[in-house]
């Protein structure tokens, strides 16, 4: 009687409420490895809210938008300013991290690039669960 196959590794990093998991990278900065990488919706009020299954990446300040070498400075305070964004719709992540100094980095695979400038309090962004 052959062995039983190994168990399938464990996902990288460490497991967070919410559908995504940490990973320390080694400049001191945090990937967030979200467990599903599609852009389900885009919620605009007061800041912009962006929805990958469970998790929520919400943008509090104004932010950058790479999209075909074209540079966007997009606000929430200013729906008018978002049509790239929602252009971005359908799309998935790539690769989310936050680097040491605050600054959040959002790479979807179709190649847009979106930058949220931060203190290193994370005051003008945040990653937690969907709807929190």
Same mark, same amino acid.
């Given at each position: ?7 399938? &590794?464990?996902?990288?990093g460490?497991?967070?409420? *919410? *559908? +995504? ?8 900065? $945090?990937? +967030?490895? =979200?467990?599903? &990488? @599609? #852009?389900?919706? $885009?919620?605009?009020?007061?800041? @912009?809210?962006?929805?990958?299954g469970?998790?929520?990446? @919400? ?5 950058? =938008? ?5 540079g966007?400075? #997009?606000?929430?305070?200013? &729906?008018e300013? !978002?049509?790239? #964004?929602?252009?971005?719709i359908? %799309?998935?992540?790539? /690769? =989310?991290?936050?680097?040491? *100094?605050?600054? !959040?980095?959002? $790479? !979807?695979?179709?190649?847009?690039? !979106?930058?949220?400038?931060? &203190?290193?309090?994370? #005051?003008? /962004?945040?990653?937690?669960?969907? %709807?929190?």
């Open positions: 009687m052959s062995p039983a196959p190994p168990d399938p &590794p464990a996902p990288a460490t497991p967070e409420p *919410g *559908g +995504f998991r940490t990973r320390d990278l080694p400049d001191g900065g $945090v990937e +967030f490895v =979200l467990d599903d &990488p @599609v #852009l389900a919706c $885009v919620v605009v009020d007061a800041r @912009v809210t962006l929805r990958f469970l998790t929520d990446v @919400v943008l509090g300040d104004p932010f950058d =938008l790479e999209v075909d070498g074209v966007h400075r #997009l606000d929430p305070a200013h &729906p300013t !978002l049509g790239p #964004l929602l252009a971005c359908p %799309g998935a992540a790539r /690769w =989310l991290h936050a680097a040491p *100094g605050g600054e !959040l980095v959002l $790479v !979807l695979m179709q190649g847009q690039r !979106l930058v949220v400038p931060g &203190p290193a309090v994370r #005051l003008a /962004w945040t990653v937690g669960p969907a %709807g929190g």
